[in-house]
DNA sequence: AACACGGTCAACCGCAAGTTA
DNA sequence: ATAACTTGCGGTTGACCGTGT
């Protein structure tokens, strides 16, 4: 298998593409279609070689590229998808309709990766990472006015220590985390006293952990029965390597596979066309205790756009936990859930229609190999 | 105004797999 | 089977630009 020794010709021109350059190879592709790099240069008396008009053509001058910024599902897309693919940015690309490979890895590179550094997340392996994490910008510490010497926590402050929780065994990691968080620098000595004054911060956390374990008390037992019907089922990914936490991946109907049409309104039907994937992104019920009897559920994501203020957004919990302990983790201090406890949710919706198409949700659920 | 610095992204490089003769 | 060649991919580079000092 010979090396292409297609751009070792001499006098070839490198660099940026002029305008007329550009014209000549549009003109030319339209005319004779793409295709044949290597004489293409020279029949439409372009000075470049093959491959850098192959370039030119498929990242930048194809007709049907999309120019602009990439829109909040277009990177919610790029993150889930890479949290499966890896950096297979043609793969990814495939998924992004008018998007090149080399635009998303592009975008990867500049944006996302260093906005999952800030969060803490590892953008290679996708899970939460403390040692990356800037923990100043996660709590808004502030000091109580009639306090001479205790921070009070914001209600930022406990999602925020609430979206660490999956990294400690609560309660006596979390209390070591938030402590050190909440710590002066080089104040070692005064460790205990801080820790006394997190108690009421903890305690108030204990009962709202209690609370939310009543409102997804249900979903955890469904979510086992998911989880019996799961193990039940063969699949693609080995035991260990199940996503802990998997949800739609929110593409827009243009971005979806043809037929791949979802309404959260309506339960699926049967054989319908999913794509659950691992991510950052979790599926939250509503923290409105007025909304939990409803199917109201709604998205939430790790990347701050701003506009996201759900509760319990916040760092996805490791993926190399078992299905198992997954699942059984639903009733955590956090309102996330797992999409098993939100697969109950629709398939609660009909009852009569659970039956046949869960087995086909669960099997598409763990087929990855579409994506390769 | 001049410079440094960092972000962005088009373009290049090198490799591997696939295809053809 | 082998070599020559093509195509595609992921990693990297460097020019350009905006911003801060």
């Not at 991946?249 to 039907?269: F, R």
Request: negative net charge; proline residues 6%; contains cysteine.
């Amino acid at each position: 298998m010979g090396r292409a020794p297609c751009c070792d010709r001499a006098g070839l021109k490198k660099g940026p593409w002029t305008q007329e350059e550009d014209e000549k190879l549009v003109s030319y592709i339209k005319k004779h279609g793409q295709g044949n790099w290597r004489t293409l240069p020279k029949n439409a008396g372009l000075e470049r070689c093959g491959k850098s008009c192959r370039l030119r053509w498929t990242n930048y001058l194809r007709p049907d590229i999309k120019r602009g910024r990439f829109s909040f599902e277009e990177e919610e897309t790029i993150i889930q998808l890479h949290s499966i693919l890896g950096n297979k940015w043609s793969a990814i690309a495939a998924r992004l309709p008018g998007r090149t490979d080399n635009e998303i890895k592009n975008y990867w590179n500049t944006h996302i990766r260093k906005r999952l550094l800030r969060m803490g997340i590892d953008p290679v392996t996708h899970a939460p990472r403390l040692d990356f994490l800037d923990l100043t910008s996660l709590l808004n510490k502030h000091h109580h006015p009639a306090a001479t010497n205790a921070y009070y926590p914001t209600q930022a402050d406990l999602e925020a220590l609430r979206a660490l929780e999956p990294l400690a065994s609560y309660p006596a990691d979390l209390l070591r985390l938030a402590s050190t968080l909440l710590s002066p620098p080089n104040q070692d000595q005064q460790q205990q006293q801080q820790q006394m004054l997190l108690m009421p911060w903890l305690q108030i956390m204990a009962q709202q952990q209690q609370q939310q374990q009543q409102q997804v008390s249900d979903q955890r037992a469904t979510a086992a029965a998911a989880h019996q019907l799961l193990m039940q089922q063969p699949c693609g990914l080995a035991a260990g390597q199940m996503p802990g936490l998997v949800h739609h991946a929110n593409l827009q109907e243009d971005h979806m596979v043809p037929g791949c049409v979802v309404d959260y309104a309506q339960p699926p039907a049967a054989g319908a066309c999913y794509d659950y994937v691992p991510a950052l992104m979790h599926m939250v019920s509503d923290a409105d205790a007025s909304n939990n009897n409803n199917n109201n559920l709604q998205w939430s994501s790790t990347v701050d756009t701003g506009s996201n203020n759900n509760v319990g957004s916040g760092v996805s919990t490791p993926s190399s936990s078992p299905a198992a302990g997954r699942v059984n983790s639903a009733s955590t201090t956090t309102t996330t859930t797992t999409a098993f406890g939100a697969l109950n949710d629709v398939i609660a919706a009909d009852d009569a229609d659970a039956g046949l198409f869960d087995m086909q949700l669960y099997s598409d659920l763990l087929d990855v190999s579409d994506y390769m």
